[in-house]
């Protein structure tokens, strides 16, 4: 959407107390655990971008509950698996011998202007996943982030599994499950067929940039638009409208106990 389409698309600016006044009508409320996934050009204009979202957010939550993002870095990754666009094979030598090393205040995240802007903010802590760190902000944002193992990146030993602990909520503000970072965590733990992939990242290691290999499932999301939909025929969310953008908070541990018995039935 260009800056012309967010103007048309709403009747006033998109403001904090505007986010925070849709925020509450659609349930989020002071104290709640919330993972939260963002496409900021369909809330529509938003008067100063996507700090007025974070800080929202956070004005809604406070600082007795706690938010949190994905702010994965998906070019930290092996070279060999890149495809959007790949590179020459000649370069992956290079490539894996001279990226700069992973730093989760210093590494920017891939996955939209929100989290960018989020990772960035004063006491938020991140994991330290070179390829799907999550940054989280409140009373539980360490416990969040904290010991995101390398292998079963987004499994048991991911924030994904914290959040599920803490009876978090899923909020989407204007996107759909085909974003949605729960959905593999239920994957890691449905009983299908899967493969094991191995990837790498440069990390640190005692101060020192090191390329280090990891396995984990060969994820797909597919059918994650078609898991989703299921989900809210059968279990239910609520929906309304932030901004000008669809809006809708879900119940994380529902949804993953869902989509684990879903993808049993279905892939």
């Known amino acids: 959407m260009s800056e012309e389409q967010a103007v048309e698309s709403v009747d006033d600016p998109v403001t904090v107390p505007s986010l925070t006044t849709d925020l509450r009508e659609l349930g989020l409320e002071a104290g709640d655990t919330v993972l939260v ?3 900021l ?25 706690t938010v949190a993002m994905p702010t994965h870095s998906g070019d930290y990754s092996d070279p060999a698996d ?6 020459p094979d000649e370069w992956e030598v290079t490539i894996r011998e001279t990226m ?19 990772r960035t903010y004063p006491e938020t802590h991140r994991s330290d996943h070179p390829t799907v760190s999550f940054t989280a902000w409140g009373a539980e944002a360490e416990t969040v982030v904290a010991d995101h193992e390398l292998d079963s990146r987004l499994g048991e030993g991911s924030p ?21 970072t729960s959905l593999h965590l239920a994957e890691n733990r449905a009983d299908i067929p899967i493969e094991t992939v191995t990837g790498g990242a440069p990390i640190l290691v005692d101060g020192d940039r090191k390329w280090v290999e990891f396995e ?7 059918d994650f638009a078609d898991l989703g939909a299921a989900f809210e025929r059968e279990i239910g969310l609520t929906e309304g409208q932030v901004g000008a953008g669809t809006a809708k908070l879900m119940d994380q541990r529902a949804l993953v106990d869902f989509a684990v018995e879903w993808l049993e039935a279905n892939r």
């Open 216 to 222: 984990n499932i060969e994820e797909d999301t597919d």
């Open 160 to 180: 994904l599994a914290r959040l599920y602990e803490l009876d978090a909520d899923v909020l989407f503000l204007g996107v759909g499950h085909d974003t949605n």
């Open 41 to 65: 050009s369909a809330l529509g204009w938003v008067c100063g971008g996507p700090p007025a979202v974070v800080d929202a957010l956070q004005e809604v939550v406070t600082e007795t509950g």
């Open 100 to 118: 700069p090393p992973y730093r989760p205040a210093v590494t920017p995240t891939r996955v939209g202007a929100v989290p960018e802007c989020f």
């Open 82 to 87: 890149w495809s959007n666009p790949p590179v």
């Open 37 to 39: 996934h963002s496409s």
